[in-house]
Nanobody, 114 residues
Framework: QVQLVESGGGLVQPGGSLRLSCAASGSIFGIYRMGWHRQAPGKQRELVAL??????TNYADSVKGRFTISGDVKNTVHLQLNSLKLEDTAVYYC?????????WGQGTQVTISS
C-alpha cells in the first residue's frame, strides 16, 4: 500500500502562482511514476502532468509552459502552477503507479478567482 498526502492548494487571483506537494509513504519501493490530475465541477478528471522515476515529464497541452512537475517519485513530488487562469480551478489529485497498482491522494482544492 502507498499513502499519498497532498498539500498547497488554496485561493489565488488570476495570474498568480501556487505550489502543490504530494508526499508518498508506505510501500514506495515499487513506485515508478507519479502524476497530478484535476477535476473541475461538471467535468471529467484529466491528467495535468506526469513524472517518472527517471525524471521524464509530460504535460497536458493546456498547462504546458505554465506548470512544472518536479521531485522524487519515491518521496515528494511538486507541481508549480504559474500564470493561473480561471479555468485552472479544480480539485487537484496526486496519483502514483506502482508495481502492485495505482494509488490516489485525497485531493486539494485550487480556486482561481478575482
Amino acid at each position: 500500500q502507498v499513502q499519498l498526502v497532498e498539500s498547497g492548494g488554496g485561493l489565488v487571483q488570476p495570474g498568480g502562482s501556487l505550489r502543490l506537494s504530494c508526499a508518498a509513504s508506505g510501500s514506495i519501493f515499487g513506485i515508478y511514476r507519479m502524476g497530478w490530475h484535476r477535476q473541475a465541477p461538471g467535468k471529467q478528471r484529466e491528467l495535468v502532468a506526469l513524472i517518472t522515476s527517471s525524471g521524464t515529464t509530460n504535460y497536458a497541452d493546456s498547462v504546458k509552459g505554465r506548470f512544472t512537475i518536479s521531485g522524487d517519485v519515491k518521496n515528494t513530488v511538486h507541481l508549480q502552477l504559474n500564470s493561473l487562469k480561471l479555468e485552472d480551478t479544480a480539485v487537484y489529485y496526486c496519483a502514483t503507479s506502482t508495481l502492485s497498482g495505482d494509488y490516489w491522494g485525497q485531493g486539494t482544492q485550487v480556486t482561481i478567482s478575482s
